[in-house]
T-cell receptor, first 113, second 108 residues
Framework: DVKVTQSSRYLVKRTGEKVFLECVQD?????MFWYRQDPGLGLRLIYF???????EKGDIPEGYSVSREKKERFSLILESASTNQTSMYLC????????????FGNGTRLTVT | RKEVEQDPGPFNVPEGATVAFNCTYS??????FFWYRQDCRKEPKLLMS???SGNEDGRFTAQLNRASQYISLLIRDSKLSDSATYLC?????????FGTGTSLTVIP
């Protein structure tokens, strides 16, 4: 079974702090994604990556950056946390190609106060 | 217009009932489709992929209608444990597009 592991289940940070969310997958998947999920808005794509050191903006990249130095690890960085970034953050990975589904980590619930 | 649209529900059905969800997609070039299940405050989990000819997995049946651009999920003999939110997902050009989910509650 694919395992996608997110480093923290719950995080509480203060406004202005730099926040790192880590994600590791163990199935040698090429693609990795970061989403946030908010009530009534569904899942929204923040950034994704198709390969090491490669990144692409999603629908809502403002206020975020990412890093993929190794194939198995994809980090999401909140440069200066704000209260409107309080959300559930979901990392996912998939094999390259049509028909390969996404596999999600168990999520990080971030609260910015 | 959203890429993928679902009726948010909620659907409240008695145990043992059959329930069906539909989901429409706007991009005729969409290549793959999936149904995910999400429990409250948990991550989405893959329920099943949707194949062109339709496919079945136990009590669950998925169908794809490319002409009308919709996919469906049928759940037979509903169990209490089927209570969850069901997300419809399409894959187009290396991107996944999610519906906002349909809430199902199975009542004893």
């Amino acid at each position: 079974d694919v395992k996608v592991t997110q480093s923290s289940r719950y995080l509480v940070k203060r406004t202005g702090e730099k926040v790192f969310l880590e994600c590791v997958q163990d199935m040698d998947h090429e693609n990795m994604f970061w989403y946030r999920q908010d009530p009534g808005l569904g899942l929204r794509l923040i950034y994704f990556s198709y390969d090491v050191k490669m990144k692409e903006k999603g629908d809502i990249p403002e206020g975020y950056s990412v890093s993929r130095e190794k194939k198995e690890r994809f980090s999401l960085i909140l440069e200066s946390a704000s209260t409107n970034q309080t959300s559930m953050y979901l990392c996912a990975s998939s094999r390259a190609g049509v028909g390969s589904p996404l596999h999600f980590g168990n999520g990080t619930r971030l609260t910015v106060t | 217009r959203k890429e993928v649209e679902q009726d948010p529900g909620p659907f409240n059905v008695p145990e043992g009932a059959t329930v069906a969800f539909n989901c429409t997609y706007s991009n005729s070039a969409s290549q793959s489709f999936f149904w995910y299940r999400q429990d409250c405050r948990k991550e989405p989990k893959l329920l099943m992929s949707v194949y062109s000819s339709g496919n079945e997995d136990g009590r669950f049946t998925a169908q794809l209608n490319r002409a009308s651009q919709y996919i469906s999920l049928l759940i037979r003999d509903s169990k209490l444990s089927d209570s969850a939110t069901y997300l419809c997902v399409s894959y187009t050009g290396n991107q996944f597009y999610f519906g906002t989910g349909t809430s199902l509650t199975v009542i004893p």
